[in-house]
């Protein structure tokens, strides 16, 4: 009995609802403004005719789709050909190269490593302790001895797990920013001290929107690589495990891609340069 009458009452409502309109495209002699109205609150009707693929969702700012295939592997055609703008990390077994596309930028981690190990299964500070790769970004180059809101950190571990952080009042915080990106292993997860592994790579897609650059801007950079070293706390999340950071140096010199400041400067025709190179107006 409880179904027929909420059934009745809904059917009713309805009902009232016909009656309104109906009244409305005669002429409200109230002005009440409904839609089209023109007087008092305006909303949008509902359109009965919308079907997917309209449009309503493509905004900057809202998820890109890869103009590339994301897959770690890096066997795009627009990848051919490209040489690695920068070596970092132990013993200089870490490549990094960028590809620039219609919406969004692209980077390519190539890493050597015989023995694949993380720490945790989370997103979170442990991904930082377990064999991952580092990416840093001043997007407006604008330097500063701490991080700001223009400066990124995307920290992305051989298991697929990641932290990304955004610069806020000195200090990284939380960024719920939207990128793409995926791990190709060359070798097996976690699988003990056998140093049969050959490494990774690494594929990530950041749209322009998503930190508000164009394509052609110039942008700082700094880098970093984590070796995971022991094994026997290997996905535990002991905060006792062994880890070795590595970075990039840029002529001699260490960057520190805690100090904004120190970040390499890239532009849209790969060069590199760092601040004191950099041509002053």
């Known amino acids: 009995m409880r179904k027929k009458l909420v059934a009745l009452t809904a059917m009713l409502s309805l009902s009232a609802v016909f009656a309104l309109t109906a009244c409305n495209e005669n002429g409200d002699p109230g002005g009440s403004g409904g839609a089209g109205g023109g007087q008092g609150d305006t ?4 359109n009965p005719e919308k079907q997917p693929g309209s449009g309503d969702f493509d905004f900057d ?3 890109e789709n890869p103009e590339l295939t994301i897959d770690g592997l890096g066997n795009d055609e627009q990848w051919q050909g490209v040489e690695a703008f920068a070596t970092f990390g132990k013993n200089g077994n870490a490549n990094v190269k960028i590809y620039r596309g219609t919406s969004a930028l692209f980077f390519l981690f190539e890493v050597k490593d015989n ?3 993380t720490q945790g299964v989370t997103n979170d500070d442990a991904v930082t302790r377990g064999d991952s790769i580092e990416l840093y970004l001043d997007t407006l180059t604008d330097g500063g001895r701490t991080p700001q809101s223009d400066d990124y950190q995307i920290n992305l571990g051989i298991h697929g797990k990641t932290r990304i952080m955004q610069g806020a009042g000195g200090q990284w915080g939380s960024w719920n920013g939207l990128i793409d990106y995926e791990v190709a292993l060359n070798g097996t997860l976690n699988d003990g001290e056998e140093t049969n592994d050959t490494g990774y790579s690494v594929e990530v897609m950041i749209p322009y929107a998503q930190i508000m650059i164009e394509k052609d801007d110039t942008i700082g950079i700094a ?3 984590v070796d995971k070293i022991r094994v026997e706390d290997a996905a535990t999340g002991s905060e006792s495990a062994s880890w070795n950071w590595y970075g990039w140096s840029y002529n001699g010199t260490a960057i520190n891609p ?5 970040y390499i400067l ?3 025709d790969g060069n590199l340069m760092s601040r004191d190179e950099q041509e002053k107006a």
């Open 43 to 46: 909303y949008q009707d509902y």
């Open 61 to 63: 700012g809202n998820y």
């Open 115 to 117: 023995v694949l190990l």
């Open 223 to 225: 880098l970093g690589q």
């Open 258 to 262: 805690q100090v904004p400041d120190q």
């Open 266 to 268: 890239l532009d849209k």
